[in-house]
Protein backbone atom coordinates (compact mmCIF):
# COMPACT_ATOMS: atom_id res chain seq x y z
CA UNK A 1 0.00 0.00 0.00
CA UNK A 2 1.34 3.54 -1.28
CA UNK A 3 -0.41 6.79 0.33
CA UNK A 4 0.25 10.14 -2.21
CA UNK A 5 -0.43 13.85 -1.59
CA UNK A 6 -0.59 15.96 -4.28
CA UNK A 7 0.43 19.62 -3.25
CA UNK A 8 1.65 23.13 -4.93
CA UNK A 9 -1.32 23.49 -6.83
CA UNK A 10 -3.07 27.01 -7.60
CA UNK A 11 -4.00 29.99 -10.09
CA UNK A 12 -0.93 31.12 -11.82
CA UNK A 13 -1.57 33.85 -15.17
CA UNK A 14 -0.07 32.25 -18.67
CA UNK A 15 3.86 32.13 -18.98
CA UNK A 16 3.95 31.75 -15.29
CA UNK A 17 5.24 28.86 -13.35
CA UNK A 18 4.52 25.99 -10.66
CA UNK A 19 5.98 23.11 -9.21
CA UNK A 20 3.97 20.79 -7.73
CA UNK A 21 5.14 17.88 -5.36
CA UNK A 22 3.96 14.44 -4.13
CA UNK A 23 4.39 12.70 -1.15
CA UNK A 24 4.45 9.10 -0.69
CA UNK A 25 4.39 7.19 2.35
CA UNK A 26 3.19 3.60 3.76
CA UNK A 27 5.80 1.66 1.32
CA UNK A 28 9.35 2.10 0.08
CA UNK A 29 9.20 5.08 -2.47
CA UNK A 30 12.45 3.91 -4.66
CA UNK A 31 10.53 0.42 -5.48
CA UNK A 32 8.12 2.79 -7.92
CA UNK A 33 8.32 4.42 -11.27
CA UNK A 34 6.23 7.54 -10.98
CA UNK A 35 3.63 9.26 -13.56
CA UNK A 36 2.02 12.89 -13.56
CA UNK A 37 -1.54 13.09 -15.04
CA UNK A 38 -4.14 15.41 -15.23
CA UNK A 39 -7.53 15.97 -16.23
CA UNK A 40 -9.31 19.30 -17.46
CA UNK A 41 -12.89 20.06 -16.22
CA UNK A 42 -14.91 18.04 -19.09
CA UNK A 43 -12.31 16.18 -20.67
CA UNK A 44 -10.84 12.89 -20.36
CA UNK A 45 -7.11 12.23 -18.15
CA UNK A 46 -4.29 12.37 -19.91
CA UNK A 47 -0.72 11.30 -19.34
CA UNK A 48 1.47 14.17 -18.59
CA UNK A 49 4.78 12.27 -17.92
CA UNK A 50 6.62 9.84 -16.05
CA UNK A 51 10.09 8.85 -14.18
CA UNK A 52 11.51 5.88 -13.49
CA UNK A 53 12.59 4.48 -9.86
CA UNK A 54 15.93 5.80 -9.96
CA UNK A 55 15.13 8.76 -11.69
CA UNK A 56 17.49 8.61 -14.30
CA UNK A 57 14.70 8.36 -17.49
CA UNK A 58 11.98 10.48 -18.03
CA UNK A 59 9.47 10.52 -20.76
CA UNK A 60 6.88 13.29 -21.20
CA UNK A 61 3.67 13.85 -23.29
CA UNK A 62 4.39 16.06 -26.47
CA UNK A 63 2.24 19.07 -24.96
CA UNK A 64 4.18 19.90 -22.12
CA UNK A 65 7.74 18.52 -23.49
CA UNK A 66 9.83 21.38 -23.08
CA UNK A 67 8.33 23.53 -20.66
CA UNK A 68 7.45 20.45 -17.59
CA UNK A 69 10.04 18.65 -16.05
CA UNK A 70 10.10 15.67 -13.68
CA UNK A 71 12.43 14.74 -11.05
CA UNK A 72 12.45 13.07 -7.51
CA UNK A 73 14.45 12.77 -4.31
CA UNK A 74 14.02 9.53 -3.07
CA UNK A 75 15.23 10.47 0.09
CA UNK A 76 12.29 12.99 0.85
CA UNK A 77 10.04 10.51 -0.34
CA UNK A 78 8.63 12.94 -3.05
CA UNK A 79 8.56 13.35 -6.99
CA UNK A 80 7.92 16.85 -8.14
CA UNK A 81 6.51 18.49 -11.22
CA UNK A 82 8.26 21.41 -12.87
CA UNK A 83 6.07 23.62 -14.59
CA UNK A 84 6.92 26.73 -16.86
CA UNK A 85 5.45 28.68 -20.01
CA UNK A 86 2.25 27.48 -18.13
CA UNK A 87 -1.19 27.70 -21.35
CA UNK A 88 -4.42 28.18 -20.11
CA UNK A 89 -4.99 24.90 -21.48
CA UNK A 90 -2.49 23.48 -18.76
CA UNK A 91 -5.39 24.20 -16.41
CA UNK A 92 -6.82 21.12 -15.12
CA UNK A 93 -6.35 18.57 -11.87
CA UNK A 94 -2.81 17.02 -11.67
CA UNK A 95 -2.25 13.53 -10.23
CA UNK A 96 0.37 11.74 -9.44
CA UNK A 97 0.73 8.04 -9.41
CA UNK A 98 3.20 4.78 -8.67
CA UNK A 99 4.17 2.60 -11.83
CA UNK A 100 4.99 -0.85 -11.13
CA UNK A 101 5.04 -4.04 -13.23
CA UNK A 102 2.24 -6.64 -13.46
CA UNK A 103 1.07 -9.15 -15.78
CA UNK A 104 3.78 -8.65 -18.00
CA UNK A 105 3.09 -4.31 -18.36
CA UNK A 106 3.08 -1.80 -16.14
CA UNK A 107 -0.08 -0.35 -14.18
CA UNK A 108 -0.15 2.72 -12.44
CA UNK A 109 -1.81 0.84 -9.22
CA UNK A 110 -1.95 3.75 -6.52
CA UNK A 111 -2.95 8.00 -7.20
CA UNK A 112 -2.99 10.13 -4.96
CA UNK A 113 -6.06 13.24 -4.69
CA UNK A 114 -5.28 15.25 -7.10
CA UNK A 115 -4.01 19.13 -6.60
CA UNK A 116 -5.78 21.57 -8.84
CA UNK A 117 -4.00 23.97 -11.61
CA UNK A 118 -5.70 26.85 -12.62
CA UNK A 119 -3.79 28.85 -15.36
CA UNK A 120 -5.29 32.35 -16.48
CA UNK A 121 -4.78 34.33 -19.82
Known amino acids: QVQLVESGGGLVQAGGSLRLSCAASGSTFSNYGMGWFRQALGKEREFVGRISRSGDITYYADSVKGRFTISRDNAKNTVYLQMSSLKPEDTAVYYC??????????????WGQGTQVTVSS
Open 97 to 110: ATRSASSGTFQYKY
